[in-house]
């Protein structure tokens, strides 16, 4: 299980305050979306660069390798949005509870004349709950591979009917959408 993965349990944790307490009947979910257009100012086709002018006014400039196959229809002055989705579904799990994976990224080209796509790839894993101090309110978790991660805990009653030994399983998926509009669009 990667650091990042937990990590970002993690900060789901801290921010949102949704550990789920030991007799809660669902999971908890947490889920954040982030999404920007920016304009295509200029294209260099011949090394496949693509310089956009963000919301901000900064400008970026872009490699879309091979992989973006319709790169030809695109044009200055088409709208470029990026969306990035991420969310984190933790539940309290019995102590048998299965082991750790990690799907391949799925790639699902749009069906536009312009380039797009959504790329997207979840992960599944069991932390043990190590320690809990309800006076800071935080709460310690152990990984699979041993490593020991303490987090503090924004709504103490999130942690309440949380023992340790508790098994927690999280299913962490993230995905990353690109779509190209025309100008008047």
């Not at 963000?54 to 319709?70: A, L």
């Not at 044009?75 to 799990?93: L, M, N, P, Q, W």
Request: net charge positive; charged share 20%.
């Amino acid at each position: 299980m990667s650091r990042r993965f937990i990590l970002l349990f993690a900060i789901t944790l801290v921010a949102a305050g949704t550990f789920v307490a030991a007799q809660a009947p669902k999971p908890v979910t947490q889920a954040e979306m982030v999404s920007t257009t920016s304009v295509v100012q200029a294209i260099d086709s011949t090394n496949r660069l693509v310089t956009l002018k963000n919301e901000d006014g900064t400008v970026d400039v872009i490699y879309c390798g091979p992989e973006v196959k319709r790169f030809s229809e695109l044009k200055v002055g088409d709208k470029v949005t990026f969306r990035y989705h991420e969310s984190v579904v933790a539940a309290i799990t019995q102590a048998g509870a299965s082991a750790a994976t990690t799907s391949l990224p799925q790639i699902v080209r749009s069906a536009g004349a312009k380039p797009g796509a959504t790329i997207s790839q979840q992960a599944t894993a069991v932390v043990t709950v190590a320690a809990i101090d309800p006076k800071i309110p935080s709460i310690t978790i152990t990984t699979s591979d041993g490593n020991k991660l303490s987090f503090k805990v924004e709504n103490k009653k999130n942690i309440e009917g949380v023992k340790v030994g508790d098994k927690v399983q999280i299913t962490y998926t993230q995905a990353f959408a690109v779509t190209v509009e025309s100008p008047g669009k």
